[in-house]
């Protein structure tokens, strides 16, 4: 079952609005205080739920590209793929992205950096030798069932299932969850993407 929440709090207003270039000020009883004009900025926007679900259709497809570069062009081609991905899509450019991939483990199991995450998706990198590229396991295609997006201004967190097949069409489902925010261009960016297989009580 699907679930929305959506969440609007003056906090996430005042974040929005100071990502813009700059603010207009009121005063009250002699009192100054920046107010923030949210049509001024395409950054300053609210997230919408049509906006994550677009960012992970995205990001299926793109894994389903690079599983298809590598078949196709080889481990080097997908690798570039994987990097333009990871500019793209991810917030490696703001600062330390929060990844937690779903088979990284022991001291590499958070991928903070632009390196590391690149690593785990397509491996071939002596720091992070215990990788064999994720994104080269012949994917094929991909579905999204959210459990719930939480939207909050300009960020927004998603979770729920990823069903995953194969090019031998074997499905792996993994839990899934994303966390954007809206960078200065107004683009959907991943801060946070923790992945893990289901728990098996057996």
Do not use: C
Request: charge should be neutral; proline fraction near 3%.
């Amino acid at each position: 079952m699907r679930k929305l929440f959506t969440v609007t709090t003056a906090a996430a207003l005042l974040f929005a609005g100071s990502a813009m270039a700059h603010t207009d000020r009121a005063t009250t009883s002699g009192a100054s205080y920046p107010v923030a004009n949210l049509s001024t900025s395409v950054a300053a926007a609210p997230i919408t739920v049509a906006e994550v679900e677009a960012a992970q259709r995205a990001w299926g497809t793109a894994l389903v590209a690079i599983s298809t570069e590598y078949k196709t062009n080889g481990r080097a081609a997908a690798t570039r793929l994987a990097s333009q991905v990871l500019d793209t899509a991810y917030g490696y450019n703001l600062g330390p992205v929060a990844f937690k991939p779903t088979l990284a483990h022991g001291d590499t199991t958070f991928r903070t950096t632009h390196e590391a995450a690149l690593a785990y998706f397509v491996g071939g990198n002596p720091n992070f030798a215990e990788d064999t590229g994720f994104a080269l396991k012949g994917w094929q295609s991909y579905e999204v069932a959210n459990a719930a997006v939480v939207i909050n201004g300009t960020t927004a967190i998603s979770t729920g299932n990823v069903m995953l097949t194969n090019d031998k069409g074997e499905v792996t489902t993994v839990n899934k969850t994303w966390g954007w925010v809206r960078d200065a261009n107004g683009a959907l960016r991943i801060v946070l993407h923790h992945s893990s297989l289901p728990y098996d009580p057996d």
